[in-house]
């Protein structure tokens, strides 16, 4: 039942996550993604040019830094109904994510900086703009915070999994930013046409859904991260992942279940280099 309704909001609204693997039955959680407004200002960010931000992307630093650094992230239980449990579980889990990558980052010899966590209950309004129509969390790359919606469904029927894929897909973007590959996707996007922007769009998306699959493969076999539920959501994506996205901004659902994969199997921030990728592979 909860996979069956997990399919229908998922044609109506932006739905990418949901459950019903091995007697776990939950809520789906939406998909979110990054505004599209570029930082007005971008502190400790220098200028470029085209062929050195172009490079970020495609040669940066963190692609040759070998498997994401396992901290033993165990966030612990997220039962139904709580959202205090709710908000300790997301807390946790950015703990999780900042102690990996920021060890990520120190491989690669390059500065770091922690994106802020705003948990809320509805809508609120971010320096980059309109938040997106159905989507539980955005990443605002101007006040580098991740905004995360606690809806009254997932208070009923949390699925640990689906909410973890989530945050680490919005920390992906975060990773995008502090990194300086997204010096070189704002700046493509400024002479872009629409079928060259909807490119830089999944190139964006699928990496980060990529790195977001790097960091759950450091939980593989936990009560977390079991393999039916994990190899549950990948065929889902496979099936309807697009179904939110009529535009082509994300990728066709097998796209998007190929990059995780590719991101799982390796678990390394150079399996996820999109930028590089032959564009038949990143449609």
């Known amino acids: 039942m909860a996979a069956a309704l997990a399919l229908a909001l998922a044609a109506a609204a932006l739905v990418l996550v949901l459950a019903d693997v091995a007697g776990t039955s939950s809520e789906p959680v939406s998909e979110a993604q990054q505004l599209e407004s570029p930082p ?37 239980d997220l039962p139904a109904g709580s959202m205090i449990a709710y908000r300790r579980f997301l807390t946790r889990v950015t703990a999780c994510l900042n102690k990996a990558w920021a060890a990520q980052f120190r491989k690669a010899d390059m500065p770091f900086t922690k994106p802020r966590l705003r948990i809320i209950t509805s809508k609120v309004k971010t320096p980059c703009g309109t938040w997106n129509t159905g989507a539980d969390g955005v990443y605002c790359s101007t006040d580098r915070t991740m905004y ?111 990059w995780m994969t590719r991101g799982y199997g390796r678990g390394t921030p150079g399996a996820c280099n999109t930028w590089a990728a032959n564009p038949r592979n990143t449609r």
Request: glycine letters at 8%.
């Open 148 to 258: 995360l919606m606690i809806s009254k469904a997932q208070l009923r029927n949390p699925f640990p999994l689906g909410i973890t894929r989530l945050i680490a897909h919005e920390y992906g973007h975060h990773v995008q930013q502090v990194s300086g590959i997204w010096t070189y996707y704002w700046a493509a996007r400024t002479a872009a046409g629409k079928a060259r922007k909807l490119q830089l769009s999944r190139n964006s998306e699928l990496q980060a859904e990529c790195l977001s699959a790097v960091f759950m493969r450091t939980m593989e076999g936990t009560t977390l991260v079991t393999a039916p539920d994990w190899a549950y959501t990948v065929q889902w994506f496979k099936k309807n992942g697009a179904r939110g996205w009529p535009q082509n901004d994300h990728g066709k659902g097998p796209t998007q279940a190929a």
């Open 40 to 76: 007005s200002k971008v502190s400790g960010q220098k200028r470029w040019g085209a062929a050195a931000a172009e490079t970020l992307a495609t040669k940066n630093p963190l692609y040759s830094t070998g498997r994401l650094t396992d901290v033993n992230c165990r966030p612990g």
